[in-house]
């Protein structure tokens, strides 16, 4: 079924919904947020939250952002959402739409680094420089594109030191890129959305999943993890979109534009970064307190993951020249090296 079929039949409902609003004047324009992350979670109360806010302070309370009762459509439809205009603002795990974005999945690629702030920052600037010349994403208007905490594996059962120990593991998976991976490592593959994760756990439908840390206690899943194998490097990154409806940005004037840019792009990465960095920093003594075991994977582990990776690698390479990139891997170069990869 594709995204338009997935979502068309919420359109009605959509524009029926009572508003949560973050000011009581009038404004010029209101635009809806699609929000499909839990309640209390910290990319909605420590990035959008904010940036709502600031919206409405930098262009003087004549554009608001106001929050949806619920999703707009599916997780997986919020790209289409904000391109048709069911929502105006969305936001979109980009890992979502497998196959849709080739270029974008290089910024997924394992081994890239793991520091939250410089990983966020970076991502935003090889999207202005290598994709957005090139129309990636072309369908909305991008407000900003920022990096999640690199992923590893969290598991049920046992604690993962070796290939030996992950084989014939069913893993959820975030992104085609990780399924890929779960595959060469012996491991089988689930793709679903984070927000069914707890249930594939607590029903036993999956052994474990190659999620960030920080997402373990936001989606309560640290009553169904018992431990958790680090990998230097990360296994992988999701990028996380937020996307305009193009027709309502057009719909607020230049000056407003202007400075609703001012907050957003780079200046929203870095906060992203900010926010995931000591959402980070905090998780290691919240999950060690609720009985999760932490390990780190040993060089000699590490250096087989490296290794087993390399046709995911190649891979992209060939899929990102097809479609359009000419250097892809000064695109991963320079990705890794302001990243703090091995690259």
């Known amino acids: 079924m594709s995204f338009h079929a997935r979502i068309l039949g919420t359109a009605a409902a959509a524009a029926a919904v009572t508003f949560v609003s973050f000011g009581a004047n009038a404004a010029d324009m209101v635009l809806r947020y699609s929000n499909w992350l839990p309640a209390g979670y ?4 420590q990035v959008m939250k904010p940036w709502m806010e600031d919206v409405e302070r930098v262009t003087e309370g004549r554009v608001k952002v106001e929050i949806l009762p619920k999703v707009v459509g599916t997780v997986p439809g919020q790209y289409d959402a904000a ?23 290089g910024l997924e690629l394992p081994f890239v680094g793991t520091d939250p702030l410089k990983r966020s920052l970076a991502t935003w600037d090889i999207y202005k420089k290598y994709m957005e010349p090139l129309g990636v994403f072309k369908e909305v208007h991008v407000v900003t594109i920022f990096s999640s905490n690199s992923t590893h594996f969290m598991t049920t059962s046992k604690q993962v030191k070796s290939l030996a120990d992950f084989s014939g593991l069913k893993m959820r998976s975030p992104s085609p ?15 679903k959305p984070i927000s069914e994760l707890y249930e594939l756990l607590s029903g036993g439908i999956v052994d474990g999943a190659i999620i960030p840390i920080d997402t373990v206690k936001g989606f309560k899943l640290d009553g169904a993890l018992k431990y958790i194998t680090e990998v230097p490097g ?39 970064g900010e926010v995931i960095g000591k959402k980070l920093e905090a998780s290691y003594g919240e999950l060690k307190a609720a009985g999760l075991t932490f390990e780190t994977a040993s060089p000699e582990f590490a250096a087989t993951l490296k290794e087993k990776v390399t046709p995911i690698i190649e891979d992209w390479y060939k899929r990102a020249k097809a479609a359009g990139l000419e250097n892809p891997e000064a695109f991963l170069k320079e990705l890794s090296d302001a990243s703090g990869g091995i690259y």
Do not use: C
Not at 83 to 88: Q, S
Not at 249 to 260: G, L, N, R, T
């Open 42 to 45: 910290h990319l909605t109360d």
């Open 234 to 272: 990360g296994l992988s990154n999701n990028m996380v979109l937020i996307a305009m409806n193009p027709a309502a940005w057009a719909k607020i004037s230049e000056k407003d534009q202007k400075a609703i840019d001012e907050i957003s792009g780079r200046f929203l990465a870095n906060r992203n």
């Open 177 to 191: 890129t990780v399924s890929q991976e779960i595959e060469l490592f012996g491991g089988v593959a689930v793709s």
């Open 83 to 105: 391109a048709d205009g069911l929502a105006d603002v969305t936001l979109f795990p980009v890992a979502y739409a497998p196959g849709r974005f080739p270029i974008e999945d």
